[in-house]
């Protein structure tokens, strides 16, 4: 409470013209003058044998280093309410960066890639009185929707003393659809959400039209915008952040990255998978129990993974009793002595029963050869269902070959992404929140919070677009991992 009361001394002490009629000239060189220098991470004298530098790019120039508005319009110059609390010593200056390629050989220079640390900064762009911000989320459900939506909220409010926050209705099209109402957000709705699965916002998929958005943000005033979503809810984002900058508006855009999938690129792991991969737990110890129980009993589990099977993976490898995982990266053959329903009876005969986890997208070479693909509204290919694919193949494979089998399969696809988040999800989740706020309020615009390599930045969305989603290699040592676990071949006859 004593925080917030310096805050607002702070804020009503402080000039509200927004330096709006400025050249626009001297505040970017003030800001980084006094602001705190990068701390030499490496000095001479604690150089030894075994030090090795990396060293950024040869331009100085980050590799991803993240739009300003400041550069297409004049913005102001604050000291942060969060000098405030005495803090001082956790802003962060625009100069300090966080390396991507950390792995060296000692014979060789290692030049990284680099992103901006994210972090408060010193000085910000935006007086808090002046911000009206809104949340918007977008695309399939993920645990700790709620709590990015919470916090985001409670570091504008509480923090920076920003005191018009919105929440837009399911997805892109609250923006501009007349049946769907935008509601200002306040302390006692939103107070106690992360306790709850979903998002308190509603979300959809598709309705993103950019001129009407952009329109809404326009006619809104609205200064900053959070969207959360998946890849194609970052495409849409980054649309909307190209067409306001090319209208010259004053307006941070900001992303969060979200996908059950854990597929995003670059970042260390997405926030919603741990509570995935712990919830998914129970489905495969149900199959275990179930195969064990009955005369070859088989267990079929199917897990989310559109063209990514980190839950497949991680949920095998924690549970250590699966006998089979089968994933989008790896492609497995049905028929043959290699193939996947002899290494299901091989497992039989060797254990008496045998349990499969197979990822959403796994497979679907069997069953689209020829089919015209269809998509859903945000342009996402409707994937036939393997696991119904796989329980009648599999069910009839052993009845032509006169074999008595027990299957049972079990689908806890919603049931997982629709539960709260665990205790490390919920913390992910408000770093996550945090760190779009300080960055928003910094002045930079068009960019992702993400953490890589423990570390978290600001990832230009553009940037993020551009590189491939994070996927399983079959040479690497998880799946080796895997193999160890399962016992299970190649799948494959060649």
Known sequence: MADKEAIEKMLDSQELD?????????????????????REIVVDDQKDSYSKILVPGSDREAFGSCPMIRDWANVGEYPSPLQATGNVSNFVS???????????HKENETVSREFVRAGPREFI???????????????????????????????LEKRYGVEEIYGIPYGYKGFHSKKLQIRK???RLVDTIHYKGGTFLGSSRGGHDTQLITDCIERYGFRHVYIIGGDGTHRGALKIYEEIRRRGLKVALVGV??????????????????????????AIRSAVVEAKSGIHGIGLVKLMGRHAGWICVYGTLSNRDVDICLVPEVPFELEGPRGLYQTIHDCIKAKGRCVIVVAEGAGMDHMQTGKEVERD?????????IGLFLKAGINAWFSYNKIEVNLKYIDPTYMIRTVPPNGGDSLTCAILAQNA???????????????????????????????????????SRMWQRVLDSTGQPSLRSH
Do not use: W, Y
Not at 94 to 104: F, M, P, R, S
């Open 18 to 38: 927004d330096r709006e009629d400025m050249d626009g000239q001297n505040h970017p060189e003030s800001i980084l003058k006094s602001s705190k220098t990068m």
């Open 94 to 104: 625009n100069h300090e960066t966080v390396l991507v390629d950390i792995v060296a």
């Open 125 to 155: 762009a935006f007086h808090p009185k002046t911000v009206k911000a809104c949340i918007v989320t977008c695309g399939g459900l993920c645990p700790g929707l709620n709590t990015v939506v919470r916090e985001i909220f409670f570091t």
């Open 185 to 187: 957000l306040t302390k």
């Open 257 to 282: 990255p979200k996908t059950i999938d854990n597929d995003v690129p670059l970042i260390d792991k997405s926030f919603g998978f741990d509570t995935a991969v712990e919830e998914s737990q129970r």
């Open 377 to 385: 509204p945000s342009g996402n290919v409707k994937l036939a269902d």
């Open 437 to 475: 706020v300080h960055g928003a309020m910094a002045g930079f615009s068009g960019f992702s919070a993400g953490l890589i390599n423990t570390h978290n930045v600001l990832i230009p969305i553009e940037t993020l677009n551009n590189t491939k989603p994070k996927t399983i290699h079959e040479g």
